[in-house]
């Protein structure tokens, strides 16, 4: 009998029926309005960044830990078909996971365009430049979104 590899053991661990709670759809919406509202608070946490560095430090780890934590959860929720290589899909996830992939990415271009019209109406206007804190925010934002959109995308519209 051969030990099983890295990624049997992670498509296990995604897939373990202790989780069947986080499987419903009512729960997958719940956690990823959750994940949604930590985002927000994280982007007010960053306009807090230069006036009060030390809430910003603390409230962020905080926002960090949960945001680990939620994003866990709702991985488990969606078993990961987002994010298993191809050889742990089988025909019918691996056709989901494209789905989910084309749906983040059309949201991501989306959310990129609005950025970039924010930032074009902000230099034609002519307005100062942005404090440190909205710069972190947005850098921020940008990454943590990009990182969890897919997993998003796939608990709120697919049943897996």
Do not use: N
């Amino acid at each position: 009998m051969s030990t099983p590899t890295r990624t049997q053991r992670r498509a296990a661990r995604l897939d373990d029926p202790q989780f069947e709670s986080l499987r419903t759809p009512r729960m997958r919406r719940r956690l990823v309005a959750a994940l949604a509202g930590l985002l927000v608070v994280e982007g007010a946490l960053c306009l807090l960044a230069e006036r009060a560095p030390v809430v910003f430090v603390v409230g962020l780890s905080i926002v960090m830990i949960a945001f680990v934590l939620l994003l866990g959860a709702l991985k488990a929720s969606t078993r990961g078909v987002e994010e298993l290589p191809a050889d742990a899909l089988d025909e019918r996830q691996w056709q989901v996971r494209g789905e989910v992939y084309a749906r983040a990415y059309w949201i991501g271009f989306g959310l990129l365009t609005v950025e970039l019209a924010v930032a074009a109406v902000w230099l034609t206007a002519g307005w100062a430049a942005p404090g440190a804190g909205v710069v972190l925010g947005a850098l921020l934002l940008t990454f943590h979104i990009s990182l969890v959109l897919p997993t998003m995308v796939a608990a709120a519209t697919r049943r897996i």
